[in-house]
């Protein structure tokens, strides 16, 4: 008898319904087919509840097309925080949370192509404790807002999976395995959870006229080069745009030596496009206040907050925000309790737009106690509205009849709409629609360091301190200027510079260092995890390679 129980015990624990080891307890299986597939995942092509789920239903291959549905049900032999716990039995349940949660990693034809360790943050805290089955939305035709959807979109467009499954049939392959943060790095345990499947994506097929280069008409206001590129490497790209392999790409043009050298649309754009560029705009906030410094409206950017505003008219009212300064809010430095990157901040954007005074939402924001002395940088939109506003108040008939004076004009830019704030000023924190080909004049004049047509527009001491990295030290950030960013291209061993205005979507205006080079990228990939680095990849493996290669016709 004692033996019988022992061996009935050890068949329990065996399948995780009984473990001496357990921190919390898991649920029981629902269904015998709970138990037969522990430790397995197996695929879906529509959400079913787990008891309407029969083996006939899962699948053994998927072809990826349009209104495609691609779920994952995981079976588990044991919840997720005791799996943690096996790593580290001396923290408590909520401790192995906080530090811990799935592995994925994503397999093609045998070859590992992505691991990610999942966001802490990823899932409830019930879900980690109680079940033993979980359903994992992997692609969805509702963009259904899930982590497995933003996880899948990591795998397959940022992170290798499209170019490892494209134009064939592939076998493709995940392993779960848990891990947690240790004071040492990542641990993880043994594979809790597999499963595989044979993923096919046609091509999309094209024909050499589809592909070809876009000749550039006439009209333009640019000066054509003749210097040669890598017309290889730009119909690669083509294809991969049309198939929709770079996704919703609008528009591409470099500027070689202050002549237009590429132009190309896609996805129904052409040269009269007005792009709305996202956080491009804010780039455009740093040259007004270059410009209004230099027309001495404003002193210089080391004014204070407390010249324009009476702060103490403003709720959360300490005196160090008298010290802030119009630079803190051009590098993204303020003190402010401001972060885009958090979404509980109380200065998110998002908690900016609904309101209906943006600066009095900025103002009244508290000072980050965490903040080091406006060293740190942290994305704060509402700071360059604050910067947008202080210009209306200071330039003649305001910002956006200013804007227009002093750079559109100039630069011949006739076509472009502004956005606005709720007080109708002209909107720097984003949104301002402008052609291809006037986003290249605006990089160009910085290129030129400030001067258009032999004009000085902007002076170049302003372009310099625009173009200078303020956290050298921030290893978790590239560079960041006024209101530019700063990005690095390895390419044969060799490092190229850049800054650049940056839009959500990844809309990008590259101004290269050392190379007489101006590429715009657009494109309306809003919020979609892809989007930046998709154009980084555009840049690094075709337009800057095509460009260096010049002698290629």
């Not at 400030?450 to 590239?478: A, I, M, R």
Request: one cysteine or more; aromatic letters at 12%; charged letters at 20%.
């Amino acid at each position: 008898m004692r033996l019988l129980l022992t061996g009935i015990l050890h068949l329990l624990a065996g399948i995780g319904i009984l473990t001496a080891q357990n921190i919390v307890k898991p649920d029981e299986p629902m269904s015998p087919l709970q138990t037969k597939y522990a430790g397995k995942i197996v695929f879906l092509n529509a959400q079913y509840p787990i008891e309407q789920l029969t083996e006939d239903k899962f699948l053994t291959a998927f072809e990826f097309k349009e209104g495609s549905t691609l779920d994952a049900r995981l079976f588990l032999k044991n919840s997720l925080t005791n799996y943690l716990h096996e790593l580290n039995s001396s923290l408590t349940a909520e401790q192995l949370l906080k530090n811990g949660n799935f592995q994925f990693t994503f397999y093609v034809d045998g070859k590992s192509i992505y691991t990610e360790n999942l966001n802490t943050g990823a899932g409830t805290s019930k879900g980690k404790n109680q079940w033993i089955t979980l359903r994992i939305p992997l692609i969805s035709p509702t963009n259904e807002d899930s982590w497995g959807r933003y996880l899948w979109s990591r795998f397959y467009y940022a992170n290798g999976g499209e170019d490892a499954v494209f134009g064939g049939k592939h076998l493709l392959k995940i392993e779960i395995r848990p891990y947690i943060k240790t004071d040492s790095g990542i641990k993880t345990g043994t594979i809790i959870a597999e499963g595989q499947i044979h993923f096919e994506q046609p091509a999309i097929q094209l024909t050499e006229k589809q592909i070809a280069i876009q000749p550039i008409e006439t009209g333009s206001g640019w000066s054509i080069s003749n210097d040669g590129f890598d017309k290889r490497l730009i119909k690669e790209l083509n294809t991969r745009i049309l198939q929709k392999r770079f996704k919703e790409i609008t528009s591409v043009a470099v500027i070689k030596n202050g002549k237009l050298l590429l132009e190309e649309y896609f996805n129904g754009t052409n040269r009269k496009s007005l792009h709305d560029t996202r956080s491009v705009g804010k780039s455009f906030a740093s040259t007004m206040t270059g410009i209004a410094i230099q027309e001495g409206y404003l002193k210089n950017e080391n004014q204070s907050l407390s010249q324009f505003y009476n702060l103490k008219d403003y709720s959360n009212y300490t005196a160090s925000k008298d010290s802030i300064k119009i630079k803190d809010l051009l590098t993204m430095s303020s003190s402010f309790e401001g972060s885009d990157q958090d979404w509980n901040s109380p200065g998110n954007e998002e908690n900016m737009y609904p309101t209906d005074n943006w600066v009095k939402f900025a103002l009244d924001l508290p000072i980050d106690k965490n903040k080091k002395n406006a060293k740190q940088w942290d994305y704060f939109t509402a700071g360059v509205v604050v910067i947008g506003d202080i210009l209306n108040q200071k330039v003649p008939q305001g910002l956006e009849s200013y804007a227009d004076k002093k750079l559109f004009k100039p630069l011949e830019i006739t076509h472009y709409q502004w956005q606005y704030t709720p007080q109708k000023v002209a909107n720097t924190a984003g949104g301002l629609g402008l052609e291809t080909l006037g986003l290249a004049k605006y990089g160009q004049l910085y290129q030129n360091k400030g001067k258009w047509k032999g004009k000085q527009l902007l002076s170049s001491s302003w372009v310099k301190k625009t173009f200078t990295n303020y956290f050298p030290e921030d290893q978790n950030l590239s560079g960041y200027g006024y209101l530019f960013w700063r990005e690095k291209f390895e390419i044969e061993g060799k490092s190229y510079e850049a800054y650049l205005c940056s839009g959500n979507g990844g809309n990008k205006v590259y101004i290269f260092q050392n190379l007489p080079l101006v590429i715009v990228l657009t494109s309306t990939a809003y919020n979609q995890p892809y989007a930046h680095k998709q154009a980084s990849q555009i840049v690094t493996n075709y337009l800057l390679p095509a460009v260096l290669n010049s002698k290629t016709h």
